[in-house]
């Protein structure tokens, strides 16, 4: 299951997972709004002044900021047209990133002489 929006007007349609969380950004086409998502696995942003004209390249190609926002990994999710805004995704294991998980403890080993 990847993200999903959750509307303060609409109750969550599913179950949330164990350790996933609901990041709040304000309002979205005119609705108050979050983005439910696992921190473990995916990373979420919102990039204000990139439109989906940007993304599929209506002005003659993508624009550098969406072409680069594509290359890093990220994937238009939404887009709020009255804002001119739209929320990325990326998701951490197709872009190789490490797991945002903390390690467990190592140990620091000394040198013998």
């Known amino acids: 299951m990847g993200p999903f929006f959750v509307f303060e007007d609409t ?3 599913r179950a949330m997972p164990e350790g996933w969380m609901v990041k709040p950004f304000g309002d979205w086409d005119g609705r108050s709004a979050a ?4 921190p473990r696995r ?3 942003m919102v990039a204000f002044g990139v439109t989906r004209a940007d993304v599929d390249g209506l002005r003659g190609g993508p624009t550098p900021r969406a072409m680069a926002f594509t290359t890093a990994g990220w994937v238009p999710f939404s887009f ?13 294991r197709t872009v190789g990133l490490p797991d945002p998980r903390p390690s467990p403890a190592v140990t620091p080993i000394g040198l013998e002489r």
Request: net charge neutral; proline share 9%.
């Open 11 to 13: 109750p969550t349609p």
């Open 35 to 38: 983005v439910a998502y696992d």
């Open 42 to 44: 995916y990373q979420v």
């Open 80 to 92: 709020d047209y009255a804002n001119r805004r739209s929320l990325w995704v990326r998701d951490l």
